[in-house]
């Protein structure tokens, strides 16, 4: 499954993926900094392949392209809750060059359309401590339905936690979401 955006192409992420580039983002302090991964060892490409083949049933990663810059990060979303009709998106824009572009809110977008227009889902949700990202999904339709004070260790901080969601009926038309202006 491939997905076409006005400016990204998002694709089925493979193990010829696993660049030194995209190891070197799962290594990086500020890529990584609301991340679990921050402050782990060095991932080796034998680690990467290793978490591929452990992503669970019902779990789709896909490679983020964009045109002036290649592969720039992975969007996953799943495993789809069925009974629920929901599904978790996650999101890492690791090269540098292309933040502030626009790129992940697209990237979203494009996700939750294809999930809401399949009908696989009627809710998406995400968790999060980065204030970028609930910023961002905020902008996209995405309500707050709880914080947890506190929660997460980051650095040497406890951060609030957000859950974020978007139900189908709250979701802008497509055509409000094919060109995401950030700021």
Not at 14 to 20: G, K, L, N, W
Not at 68 to 93: R, Y
Request: include cysteine; proline fraction near 5%.
């Amino acid at each position: 499954m491939n997905l076409l955006g006005p400016r990204l192409t998002l694709k089925p992420f493979a193990e010829d993926m696993i660049s030194q580039r995209y190891l070197d983002w799962l290594s990086d302090p500020d890529v990584n900094f609301y991340s679990r991964r921050l402050g782990q060892r060095k991932q080796s490409r034998e680690d990467a392949i290793e978490w591929l083949a452990r992503i669970a049933d019902g779990t789709t990663v896909l490679a983020i392209f964009a045109p002036e810059f290649g592969h720039i990060g992975n969007i996953k979303f799943g495993p789809i809750d069925s009974v629920n009709q929901s599904s978790d998106i996650a999101i890492m824009i690791g090269e540098r060059k292309s933040w502030n572009r626009g790129y992940g809110a697209e990237a979203i977008s494009l996700v939750t359309r294809h999930l809401f227009d399949t009908g696989s889902v009627s809710r998406v949700e995400a968790g999060s401590a980065n204030p970028a990202f609930i910023k961002l999904v905020h902008g996209l339709g995405w309500k707050i339905d709880r914080i947890e004070p506190k929660r997460v260790l980051i650095g040497d901080q406890l951060l609030d936690w957000t859950y974020l969601s978007l139900e189908k009926i709250d979701a802008p038309s497509a055509e409000k979401t094919d060109c995401i202006p950030y700021d």
